[in-house]
């Protein structure tokens, strides 16, 4: 297997300013692996419920998305939330979060799951991320994501999985709650100073960066004028960043700051309608063209200073 | 004359968590103009009373900064600044102000102001600001810088004036205040549609983004452990991507796009110590090996999406 994900597979009820969807595919695992799945075969481990319908795994099975290890428990119901965003598109007011058949998951990973080259940790406990990343013994980068809850409520445990991940991918407020150090270089170094070999911070609309111990690499968002629904744009990078280096051979720095701008791409994307709406109907060529629209909004010719002009008086 | 600045020159007093500073040189066009100095020859247009002393023209002449056209008012007091930062250093707290002599303050262009190339009228009353840009007639490019003062009370003259103008200079908090318009993006394509060729948007330890009608450039901040004192960082960007404007022959995208980084790297050698201490001893050295700094922290290869491991299930 190429790309492995672990987290959730819910269904969200979004309000915005602009509109309004009762129920939609939505969770981490979903966003991820949709998004993942323009440049790999990804396979999903998670829990959903009887009322997970034919049209729902449709979604996932049109992007070729492993679901054999997706449980259904037929008697339970699919973890739902219900969210609102006001004119501040950066929060996002949670109304009701019905856990369900999530809130008993358990990861159970197959001969083929754990056999996965590239695996990411979405958002759970992280025990269960614990448990999973011991049993993908060869994979060969696995990278986690998490959230205030735990850093808050399991921050021993958590600290205990981040020391065995390779890399982190969180958002400012987490790197700085994380770490209880306001300057995010300084949080940045000590999170790498645990194990991983890197971390990656999500800033919104301010972009991300990319901290390894040797280097620093720091991306604009994409400028749009309008964002419709926010909800898993970080699950949509995440997916964007590790689906474009599990295409990869070699798993560099150079390849990490790629994967960063298709993280980035595929994130800015997600934002435009609600849920996977945009997402799924994406072509490479879009993709390909936001790609090089990144490149041109950050080029700058190498010249040091030299006066051309004489500094006449 | 090769770059003209209009602005106040202050005594700061400035306490911060790191330490206190009972009296420094301060204001818009004395942060503008060591900055600038690195790049080009600048003059000052500006007001000091007669406690400005000796040595603190000494600051500017050894820069080789004009100051044939800094009024002095004899038994006048030089504008004071009092002000702190808490742990937050992104937001400062005004302890009071004396205006002193800059509360008369009617700029007077000598014949050689008039001649300059590149104007920066800094953050005085929009009324003023007009005034000087009427009187450069035969400038190649001005740039204003403004602040909310003026944005709620002067709102109509600070229109006329940026209508006149070729760059603003101003912050996210700023662009969204002038336009009302919460969405950055947005509000700067409404800036540019009164006239000016150029919008940079400061955005403090995220970085910069310059908005022109056809291209869009962004850039992350220079990433610091710590941030000294951040007083006058605006104006030493500004500064900076002046100072380099003048150096240069064809003021085009890609000179804006290279001033735009020589600006971030001023200002990020601003905040390191109190006042203008750190920029005062500078050496094209350093500033160059920031640059470069620079060109790493956001270089990445464009190679568009192509699976060069198959997808293999």
């Not at 006001?86 to 990861?107: I, Q, R």
């Not at 205990?160 to 400012?172: A, E, F, H, S």
């Not at 991300?208 to 720091?218: D, I, M, R, V």
Request: proline share 4%; aromatic share 10%; charged share 25%.
């Amino acid at each position: 297997m190429a790309l492995l994900v672990v987290g959730s597979v819910a269904f969200d009820a979004v309000e915005t300013p602009f509109g309004k969807c009762e129920k939609m595919l939505g969770g981490s695992a979903a966003h991820f692996s949709i998004s993942a799945s323009f440049f790999t075969h990804v396979q999903i481990v998670g829990v959903v419920g009887g009322d997970f319908a034919a049209e729902d795994k449709q979604i996932l099975d049109a992007h070729d998305i492993d679901t054999s290890d997706l449980e259904c428990v037929p008697d339970g119901k699919t973890f739902r939330w219900y969210g609102r965003y006001d004119y501040d598109l950066n929060v996002a007011h949670t109304l009701n979060t019905e856990l369900n058949v999530f809130a008993e998951f358990k990861p159970k990973l197959s001969e083929k799951s754990k056999s996965a080259r590239l695996v990411f940790l979405g958002n759970i406990q992280p025990d269960l991320q614990r448990e999973v990343r011991e049993q993908v013994t060869g994979a060969e980068l696995v990278a986690l994501d998490t959230m205030n809850l735990w850093i808050e409520n399991t921050r021993e445990s958590l600290l205990r999985t981040i020391k065995g991940v390779d890399v982190v991918i969180i958002n400012d407020a987490e790197a700085r709650q994380l770490t209880g150090v306001p300057n995010l270089i300084k949080a940045a170094r000590e999170i790498l100073s645990w194990g991983p070999k890197a971390l990656i911070v999500k800033r919104g609309e301010y972009g991300a960066a990319l901290f390894t111990k040797k280097s620093y690499f720091a991306i604009p968002a994409y400028p749009l004028e309008s964002v419709f629904d926010p909800t898993g744009a970080g699950d949509t990078f995440a997916g964007g960043f590790m689906g474009y280096l599990s295409s990869q051979q070699t798993l560099d720095d150079a390849a990490m700051r790629r994967a960063m701008i298709f993280g980035s791409v595929m994130a800015s994307f997600n934002v435009e309608e609600f849920g996977t709406a945009r997402v799924q109907r994406l072509t490479h060529a879009e993709i390909n063209e936001r790609f090089r629209a990144f490149k041109q909004m950050t080029h700058f010719e190498e010249i040091p200073f030299e006066r051309a002009v004489p500094a006449t008086k």
